[in-house]
């Protein structure tokens, strides 16, 4: 089975920030996990690089546009390199690939005759790169985001029949039974969307005259294709349309399109109708979380309170990054973050429960069992009541995006293995009953074994190291693969008796918090 992920493709006039990561990692954790569950994905991040904005940027930077995107979207790689993402293609609006795509469906648009052209008037943010009504603006007349006041544009443009999908759109979003029915996730912006579309769509204009960045139109070369019309067409470029049928049949529709709540109205409401008019499927799941705050303030540079993602690496490392930038907040919901939240949850979560639970096993292996998988009949109850917690309450949540409740699951499987060892208490048993030592030790390890194979789409490295510090058998992944898919725990467990552990580690070294909130 496929499974196709898309992130928003970023603008480029900025570098990414944490806001960027968090919907990346978001996109790779779900990649992972259903690679995992055997599915076949396929993952697409890209950048956003043409229209007003971003030549704007480059005249400020004394650059020439194209010298701007070629260096940012550079940024944009490393981010996602150091940050462990595994997608499978960066898609850049700058490519010829794409340019192609673009004027393909436009063209197709045009013929059928969804594209007129017409004259108007309207206010127009850079920022958010669309038009505003009056009513959209704040007491100053500006953008409520931006805090600049909307330039008044008179064009006369090509426009887009949005208003003919109307009726066929909330169809499709609001019955499930329909055939491409389109889910729009969480419930609230659903029906926020589901409410201002019942007032009734307005045709939009998708080109430009005054844009000389972008693409032009395959019809009217004078004019450039409006930058959101452009940015969304990069889910369809990404698999192949509309030249290589073969990979664009096997993963269209896309599964899931990831983003935060600002541009949903463009994906759930534009992107679908201009597929409709194109002729093509719909997505099938539109999932649009939150905005993170820092210290109950918009992040912004002027501010001087953005993170970027070199600093939760410098700070936690890789994994324990991804774990808390994902984790921290519910997936959803705005929030707010500040790096005392982040380094309370990272002794939490990581040092003190889920380290503390391989150190303490391991050194007592190293103590009773000369760093051995100790020789014992296979206890398997202990693992057996982890994999029900995770089973039940962490692949659910998994796979309905709720990295928040699946980390819980996590945790508190690590707790009930932390309770076991407490109850327990080996180093008493070991004066006590001795012979009772052998299955304690080796129940606390195969538990360890089962939780790091979920945490691996969380933590890929740490998990691996895990893993083999704990002496399991074969690779991680095959093993995660094959007991996701059967749900089987190994009669002998995963590290068997008398197989070779590593020597304790610090693997995640508590962290002070900082002055710095
Ligand atoms: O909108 N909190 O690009 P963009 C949470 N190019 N998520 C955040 C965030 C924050 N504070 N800041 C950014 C664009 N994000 C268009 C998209 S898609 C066809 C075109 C994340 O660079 C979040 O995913 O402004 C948000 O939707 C995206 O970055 C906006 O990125």
Known sequence: MKFYITTPIYYVNDIPHIGHSYTTIAADIVARWKRLNGFDVYFLTGTDEHGTKIAQAAKEKGKTPQELVDETSARYKEAWKLLNITNDDFIRTTEKRHGHTVQNIVQTLFDKKLIFKHKYEALYCIGCEKFLSEKDLDENGCCPDHKKKPALQAEEN?????SAFQDDLLNRITNPSHEEHLEIQPEERRNEIVGKLKLGLEDISI???????????????????????????????????????EMFEKY?????????????????????????GAGLATPKKIYSHGWFTMNGSKMSKTLGNVIYPEELVEKFGVDAARYLAVTLIPFGPDGDISWTGLTLKYNVDLANNLGNLVSRTIKMAEKYFDLKVPQCNPDLELVKKAAKILDED??????????????????????????????????????????????????????????????????????????????????IEETAKKYFKDKIIPEKGFSVSGSQLQAAQVLFPRIQAEKRQ
């Open 252 to 276: 269209w529709p896309a599964d899931v399109h990831l983003m935060a709540k600002e541009i949903l109205w463009f994906h759930s409401v534009i992107w679908p109708s201009v597929l409709m």
């Open 394 to 475: 962490f692949a659910p949540a998994l796979n309905d995006l709720h990295f928040h409740k699946a980390a819980e699951a996590l945790q508190n499987a690590v707790t009930l293995v932390n309770q076991q060892i407490e109850n327990d208490a080996p180093w008493k048993l070991a004066k006590t009953d001795p012979d009772k030592l052998p299955a304690c030790i080796y129940s606390y390890l195969q538990a360890a074994d089962l939780i790091v194979m979920y945490l691996l789409p969380f933590m890929p490295e740490l998990s691996v190291k895990i893993w083999n510090i704990c002496g399991a058998e074969g690779n």
């Open 207 to 245: 080109s430009r005259t005054a844009v000389e960045w972008g693409i032009p139109l395959p019809f009217d070369k004078e004019q450039t294709a409006y930058v959101w019309i452009d940015a969304l067409i990069n889910y369809v470029t990404g698999v192949g349309y509309p030249d290589d049928k």
């Open 158 to 162: 090509y426009f887009f029949k949005l």
